[in-house]
Each structure stands twice: as structure tokens, then as C-alpha cells.
């Protein structure tokens, strides 16, 4: 019935990154879903990465534009005003876009894409807004993507965590939550002796953190707890993988200088944009992810998760709605490294508390988080949305 409504529709999504991280990745799920019950899609990106690759597999028309994403490193006056040239130049090619294609509705992915709001207001086309993010600061900035989204005509949150925050600043009507979700497999063994290859002994114990190096992401608080560690473990090396956001390269030297600071080079392995995020995750033992600021629904826990790992994060975001503190991990405060240290130190200590809260993590994500269900609740949600769509002015 779904796929009668929405054959043929052509639906435009806009996203402001081209990589395969979280976001990017849960749009790659989102289009998939679309495209089964009849959507044809058009997407636009800021530039050609892994993710245009993926969608130009699956036979996905794929456009390039700079959208005039919002970043934080252009809250300044020449920023601002950067932003809003490339804004107007955005609006324009879209203009083009949809004449070429008729779209019945407007997919935005993030709320670092501002243009597909304005366009699909001023064209009268129904508009999605996939929310990911929990911005708590600057004040401006946070009052004025609410103001947007109150004017959007459906809101899709990743998490309660992200709804609640939203609702909070007023943004009430069309919200609604769908949990990511995710590919989970019972087993995964790499093609090849990864861990040698990174120069790890077999007897060592493996803990990882995989995200975009940026000032949210707590890189230097996992950095703290691993410093604490090994002053009384030699045995455990942390493996550290993602690039940073372009603009952010600096942390990376900041990053560096911590580590050789503190005589870490031995324990510490920075393997910055990987590939093989299952490949790494197999080779784990504990997986931590010590965000400092709000992590909506951090994709990378389910994916640690689905490798059977438990699971150490900030009580921040969406990772309550993922860990049970206690039992598939433990959920510790933002930038308390003693804390996080300790959790951290019981699962280095205990092998058989770590497989079984690993074994408890993967049991959550297949129950709960799992791609299946991802997929049925968006094709029945677009279907929805594009049966209610309204006409275009």
C-alpha cells in the first residue's frame, strides 16, 4: 500500500558532508529505505567523498553544491557572511534542481544544512528535518535553528534525548523519534592478523575510541583516563580512530604533543581515518566513547555494540538510551577522568565481566537497534509523510 502512494516521487535530500561517519551513514540507510518503496531520489553534497561512491553504486543521482553548512568555526562576522553568499548561491541551484525534477518533498539531514528549510518554505514543498544534534550554545544560534524548526513540517529525531531538548525551546507539532539503527552480525573476524599488524601483542588488551576529531568528541579526556591507566598497566593500548573536520587539524598536533608529553607513544595509536571500523572494533576488548558535549545518538556505540563490546561513555546525548549503566557498560560523567578511569580499570581487571557485558551489548542492539527495524520505520514513516505532503505553490 506504502509503495503505491510513493512510486515515482521524486524526494531531494541535502546532507553537508560526504564521508561515511554517523550521520552520513544513517542517510545512506534512509535513501536505501526510500528507493524500496518506489522514492526516486536526488542528492546533493558539498563535494564527492566515500558516501557520493556508495549512493552512485546504488544508482543514485548525485549533485555536488557547496550548501553553506553551518560550522562553529564560522560564528564570526566574515564567517557569517562567508555562510550567507554560499546560502544564496545554494537556494539558486536548487531553484534549477527542482525545476528539472519536480521534488514532492525536501529530505534534510542535519541541522547543519539550513537551505533545504528556506526552499522548501518559499516553494511550499513538504520539508523533513533529520535532526542529529543537541546544541546547547551559542544562544543565538540555538534560538534561531528552533525558530527554523517550528516552521519545518516534520522533525525526525534520532533519540528522546534529542526530541526533549528541541521540545524544551519550543519546537513542539510534527516530532518524531526513530532510533537509528544498524547491520548487526553475530561474528566478525578480519582478513588478516590486523592486530600484528598494528604492532599489538596477542596478550595485550584493546581499547578504542573511533570518531571525528573535533572539539566535542573528548579526545583529550580519553587521553586522560588512558594516561591514569597505564601507570600501573603496560598492558593495554588504545587505539584512537578518525580525521578531523576540516578546520580542526590543530587538535591533531595538540594531540601529539599530549601523548609525547606523557611518554604514551608505546600504548597509544592514532590510526586517524580508517576504513575497516569493524575490522578494528573486532580486535577490541572495551569501547569507549567520552564525548564532552551532547552526542545525540552516537552511531558508533551500536556498532560497538553489535561487535559484542562493552561499552564506557558520557552520560550525555543519546547513550543513555543505548547503555544500561551497570550492564552493557557503564555511562560516566563528562570530563571526570577519575571516574571514567575506574570503570575503565574494572573491565581491564576482568575478563569475564567484560564478555559478559559484551555478550549483553550485542544481545541490546539486536533487540533494539538493529537495521530491520530502521528500515520498516522509515519506509512506513516517508510513506506517511509523502501521502500528507502538501501541494506546491
Sequence with gaps: MVKKTTEGKTVLFLHGSADLYGSSLILLFVIESAMKIGVDPVVVLPYRGQLSVELEKRGVKVKIQNLGVLRRKYFNPLGLANRILKLFAAYRFLNKLHRENRFSLIYTNTLAVLVGAFFARNKGIAHV??????????????????????SSDHVLAVSKAVSDHWKSLGVQGNVKVIHNGIPIRDTHKPEWDL???????????????????????????????????????????????????????????????????????????????????????????????????????????????????????????????????????????????????????????????????????????KALFGLERFDQEIKSYLGQVLQQRKPES
Design 129 to 150: 528535518w533529520h535532526v542529529h544534534e543537541i546544541i546547547p550554545s551559542p544562544s543565538f544560534l540555538v534560538k534561531f535553528l528552533a525558530g527554523q524548526m517550528k
Design 195 to 365: 592486530k600484528a599488524g598494528l604492532g599489538i601483542k596477542a596478550s595485550q588488551i584493546v581499547v578504542t575510541m573511533v570518531g571525528r576529531v573535533n572539539p566535542g568528541k573528548g579526545q583529550f579526556f580519553y587521553l586522560d583516563m588512558a594516561k591514569e591507566i597505564l601507570k600501573t598497566r603496560q598492558d593495554v593500548v588504545f587505539l584512537m580512530a578518525g580525521d578531523p573536520y576540516p578546520g580542526y587539524e590543530f587538535i591533531l598536533d595538540e594531540m601529539k604533543e599530549f601523548i609525547r608529553k606523557h611518554e604514551m607513544e608505546e600504548n597509544v595509536i592514532d590510526l586517524g581515518f580508517r576504513s575497516d571500523i569493524d575490522d578494528i572494533l573486532a580486535i577490541s576488548d572495551i569501547f569507549v566513547l567520552p564525548s564532552i558535549m551532547p552526542d545525540s545518538f552516537p552511531t558508533v556505540i551500536l556498532e560497538a555494540m553489535g561487535a559484542g563490546l562493552p561499552v564506557v561513555a558520557t552520560r550525555s546525548g543519546g547513550a543513555a538510551e543505548m547503555i544500561e549503566d551497570g550492564i552493557n557498560g557503564y555511562l560516566i560523567p563528562v570530563s571526570d577522568a577519575k571516574a571514567g578511569t575506574k570503570c575503565l580499570f574494572g573491565l581491564i581487571e576482568d575478563k569475564e565481566l567484560r564478555k559478559e557485558m559484551g555478550r549483553k551489548s550485542q544481545n541490546r542492539a
